[in-house]
């Protein structure tokens, strides 16, 4: 995404003008835009027109219109926007209050304004415009049958083909309908990597599956380019990384982005920084809980206290309707950072993200254990030990 231009006030209302350049972009402007703020873009409206004859016509023609926002729809696979609200400004062809839907386009810029623009949305713009932050990855999860074509960004698990196929079981002495159906299955797999991978962007190809899958559809893929003179395919061999996973499905991502070699592979991307931060807390909330805390009110406990390390929150939180809810978890973040936590802002569309989101959404790792004492606010643990006598027993509630 680029910025074209940005005024803000002092107190802390402006405008921002951006031009979405990926489809990525469409998500980001999604989760800026909220009900009550001002979109200015150019959009094609039929006009209808009357003749000296009496004969009437409509044409299509490209207007500016500015509308205050009530309704906005985002479509994940299609990455299309539509923002619905009432026309505010001065227009020959749409009157004041009328209603408009306007639909973002690639490359076509648009000028958001805010009563208030807080300072998740304003480091959103600034990750977005950031080219250096682009995540390159694309990831095929398969079984026998079933595979998953993925793109992976910073902030989105893209699903861009779902393939199935039946596949005969073998018979006791001829395998030939199996081999075949496989053989279909395979070539379809083939013909999706080739559709929807770009080897120019991409730096990674996963490819995972349970048992030999992987292995042979591999193998099958590099013989089938070398037998087509397929030279994109045959350059970028060594950009597939084969693992294990449980399955075909989506899901299997999950555990594929804890491997260590996949890792490794993508030590500078957000969502390996993201998938990395969900295992440090996992081994926490096991082996130390009480430097684990999930749900807003046990990690604003720990915020009062100065205890958060790390703050993950998923973006959902801050597209809730209620502008309270928005401001308090805004608020928890702006505390956080004042104490110079880590802030992770997770996509609900990325694996990592759908994980936190069953979390409630909002989990902190501590920089000093915290223990939930019935008569007072949490305190620290350190402190406790201090006071307590050597053969009192404290009883702690796990989080």
């Known amino acids: ?89 001065e227009n020959r062809h749409v009157g004041i209050g009328q209603y408009h839907t306007l639909d973002l386009e690639m490359n076509q810029p648009f000028t958001l304004s805010k009563r208030e623009w807080d300072l998740i949305s304003l480091q959103r713009i600034k990750d977005a415009c950031d080219i250096t932050k682009q995540a390159d990855v694309a990831a095929v999860t398969m079984h026998e049958g079933l595979a998953v074509i993925c793109l992976l960004t910073q902030y989105m698990t893209v699903v861009r083909q779902r393939i199935e196929v039946a596949i005969p079981r073998k018979r006791k002495g001829s395998t030939s309908n199996y081999e075949k159906g496989l053989e279909r299955f395979y070539d379809q797999v083939y013909r999706a990597i080739k559709q929807h991978i770009d080897f120019n962007v991409v730096k990674v190809v996963i490819l995972g599956s349970p048992g030999f899958v992987r292995d042979q559809f591999f193998d099958y893929m590099m013989a089938q380019a070398i037998k087509t003179e397929d030279k994109v395919l045959i350059e970028n061999k060594a950009k597939f990384l084969r693992v294990h996973t449980s399955s075909g499905h989506k899901g299997a991502l999950e555990e594929v982005m804890r491997d260590p070699q996949i890792k490794a592979r993508l030590a500078d991307t957000k969502s390996t920084q993201e998938v990395k931060a969900m295992d440090d807390f996992y081994q926490m909330l096991n082996n130390n809980p009480d430097r684990a805390f999930y749900g807003y009110e046990d990690v604003r406990k720990a915020a009062d206290n100065g205890a958060i390390g790390t703050l993950m929150v998923t973006d959902e939180l801050f597209r809730a309707a209620d502008i309270q809810t928005r401001r308090k978890y805004i608020n928890l973040v702006e505390e956080s950072k004042a104490t110079n936590a880590n802030v992770l802002v997770f996509s609900s569309l990325h694996v990592s993200g759908e994980q936190l989101q069953q979390l409630t959404g909002v989990a902190a790792i501590l920089n000093f254990p915290l223990v939930i004492d019935s008569d007072a606010e949490y305190s620290s643990s350190d402190d406790d030990d201090a006071r307590r006598a050597p053969d009192e027993v404290v009883e702690i509630d796990i989080i």
């Not at 200015?40 to 027109?49: D, P």
């Not at 490209?62 to 009530?70: A, H, P």
């Open 1 to 89: 995404m680029k910025l074209l231009n940005q005024a803000i006030e002092k107190d802390q209302s402006g405008y921002v003008r951006l031009v979405p350049e990926e489809p990525e972009d469409m998500w980001h402007i999604y989760n800026l835009i909220q009900k009550g703020d001002q979109l200015q873009a150019s959009t094609i409206r039929g006009v209808k027109s009357e003749s000296s004859t009496g004969s009437v016509t409509t044409d299509r023609i490209r207007v500016k219109l500015t509308i205050s926002i009530e309704d906005v729809f985002f479509d994940v696979q299609a990455g299309a926007l539509r923002i619905n609200g009432r026309n505010i400004a």
